[in-house]
T-cell receptor, first 113, second 114 residues
Framework: KAGVTQTPRYLIKTRGQQVTLSCSPISGHRSVSWYQQTPGQGLQFLFEYFSETQRNKGNFPGRFSGRQFSNSRSEMNVSTLELGDSALYLC????????????FGPGTRLTVL | DQQVKQNSPSLSVQEGRISILNCDYT??????FLWYKKYPAEGPTFLISISSIKDKNEDGRFTVFLNKSAKHLSLHIVPSQPGDSAVYFC?????????????FGKGTKLSVKP
């Protein structure tokens, strides 16, 4: 079974631009969660999608948004990029999102200049 | 306020010996706990999990112990190998309100010396 895939793996953007990251979950998994990892804050939850609906949301500004498609693939968008948005963005999938194991993709390394 | 704490940022162990990584939590609603291993520039890799109805789960060289009364869990790696060198994250969830949201500790960097 293929694992979670994320594209692109690396991105360089400048302040003020917007970016879209993509995540394909493990086949059969309906829950997709997004996390931001930075050296200072560790892994922080952004949001979770299940059956094309955002079901849970972390404490991030509205510049961070996402969506999920009918095939469970998910995209995350960050608008008006700031230097502090530089991070590793991780996507994880699970069967239901309710206390079951999440499997992570390799992440997208975003650098904002 | 951190709900999941890994108080040791780093741990160094000799190859062949036991590695013990510790994790404390504050939320008594957590009912599922996981350990992940992470190499630089990669996503976390799932290692082992434990449900709150158990106190021990074993998978090969990895064993997780859960002490609910102390709100403490630990990961034992026996014997430790140089390839185990990585950052280990403890994570927790509750089936009630944290859908899709694993709460992570800050991680412990394990170095296994040959």
């Amino acid at each position: 079974k293929a694992g979670v895939t994320q594209t692109p793996r690396y991105l360089i953007k400048t302040r003020g631009q917007q970016v879209t990251l993509s995540c394909s979950p493990i086949s059969g998994h309906r829950s997709v969660s997004w996390y931001q990892q930075t050296p200072g804050q560790g892994l922080q939850f952004l949001f979770e999608y299940f059956s094309e609906t955002q079901r849970n949301k972390g404490n991030f500004p509205g510049r961070f948004s996402g969506r999920q498609f009918s095939n469970s693939r998910s995209e995350m968008n960050v608008s008006t990029l700031e230097l502090g948005d530089s991070a590793l963005y991780l996507c994880a999938s699970s069967l239901t999102g309710n206390s079951d194991t999440q499997y992570f993709g390799p992440g997208t390394r975003l650098t904002v200049l | 306020d951190q709900q999941v704490k890994q108080n040791s940022p780093s741990l160094s162990v000799q190859e062949g010996r036991i590695s013990i990584l510790n994790c404390d939590y504050t939320n008594s609603m957590f009912d599922y706990f996981l350990w992940y291993k992470k190499y630089p520039a990669e996503g976390p890799t799932f290692l082992i999990s434990i449900s709150s109805i158990k106190d021990k789960n074993e998978d090969g060289r990895f064993t997780v112990f859960l002490n609910k009364s102390a709100k403490h869990l630990s990961l034992h790696i026996v014997p430790s190998q140089p390839g185990d060198s990585a950052v280990y994250f403890c994570a927790a969830s509750d089936s009630g309100g944290s859908q899709g949201n694993l709460i992570f500790g800050k991680g412990t960097k394990l170095s296994v010396k040959p």
